[in-house]
């Protein structure tokens, strides 16, 4: 086990233990341990993610609200295994993108722990309003986490760049 | 006819005035004149949109990506008569809120203009992708300006801070 004050020098004071039935390692979610590009990149690989150019991935993630990590304790090298990432004023509204657990740490529920890290940070800046568009396959664990799909009829449009 | 000069110098270099049939009045889109926060309150109530506090409309103005007015001109005083603002990261997505006409302009292809300078401006930045969430009352509104209809069954979701 990891002294508090180790965590802290590599994850920040934000950051939160996760509690996982049967790991033999801590996992800690952080808004404050910088994010590895390409450390990012393979875990999007790894989701099965189309790839962005990282000049980009690099200019979005500066422009964000919100990056959290969740990485796998190591003291010389964490591992990131899971992110999200949110963009928005930070005081009506905020938008959640990019949620991803690994594979290999999917189904112990760390993506809810996630979720939850996620909008306490949004709570604490006290932001009205969180959304997300979720794809097909995943809006069943937005909605048992107590997220409203389409509340008053609204729906989500897009625009693609030509 | 007010001169270029004097237009931009009240609206910014990135103004650009909106034909309209039959208006006594010039009509000018501007994403850097400075938007009032009392002009923007009336044009929100006269919309029928819920009061927020000031103090927070400033904040989420401040930490927006783009505010864009639609003035009618006047050398002395241009009037607020239409609104739009995006959060976002500014690379890979944007987000469009608040989308206002005031309901004596209605009608006339305005909301139609600001939405085409909305996506120009976010063209120029090189955001992949923009995103909205559209009131039922509206939804024709955006799908017969080109917006795709939750494209991939993506659907949208919502978390209200308690
Ligand atoms: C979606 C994702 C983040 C979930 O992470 P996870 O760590 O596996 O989720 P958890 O273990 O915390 O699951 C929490 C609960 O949601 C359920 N759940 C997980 N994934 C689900 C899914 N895709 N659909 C429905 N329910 C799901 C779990 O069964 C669990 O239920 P329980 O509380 O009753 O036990 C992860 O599967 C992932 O990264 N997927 C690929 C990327 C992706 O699609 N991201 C979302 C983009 S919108
Ligand atoms: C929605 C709104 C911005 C439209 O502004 P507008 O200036 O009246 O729109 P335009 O005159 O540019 O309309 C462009 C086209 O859309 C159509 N249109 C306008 N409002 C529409 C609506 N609510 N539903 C369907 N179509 C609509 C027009 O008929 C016109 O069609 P045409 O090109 O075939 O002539 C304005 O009505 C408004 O501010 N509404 C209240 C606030 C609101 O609901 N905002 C959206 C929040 S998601």
Not at 93 to 105: C, F, G, I, R, S
Request: glycine share 6%.
């Amino acid at each position: 086990m990891a002294s508090a004050e180790l965590l802290t020098s590599l994850y920040g004071d934000q950051h939160r233990l996760c509690p996982t039935p049967n790991s033999q390692h801590s996992l800690v979610l952080s808004r404050e341990r910088e994010i590895d590009l390409f450390e990012l990149e393979r875990l999007c690989d790894a989701v099965g993610w189309s790839r962005r150019p990282l000049r980009r991935v690099r200019k979005a993630l500066q422009h964000s609200l919100l990056r959290v990590g969740l990485w796998r304790h190591d003291p010389r090298m964490p591992k990131l295994v899971g992110f999200a990432r949110c963009t928005g004023d930070g005081v009506v509204e905020a938008t959640v993108w990019d949620v991803a657990v690994h594979p290999l740490y999917q189904g112990a529920g760390l993506g809810k722990q996630l979720m939850v890290y996620v909008l306490d940070q949004l709570r604490s800046m006290e932001v009205d309003r969180v959304s997300l568009f979720a794809d097909p396959e995943v809006v069943a664990f937005y909605i048992a986490q107590g997220w409203e799909l389409e509340p008053l009829q609204r729906r989500c449009a897009f625009w693609y760049s030509p």
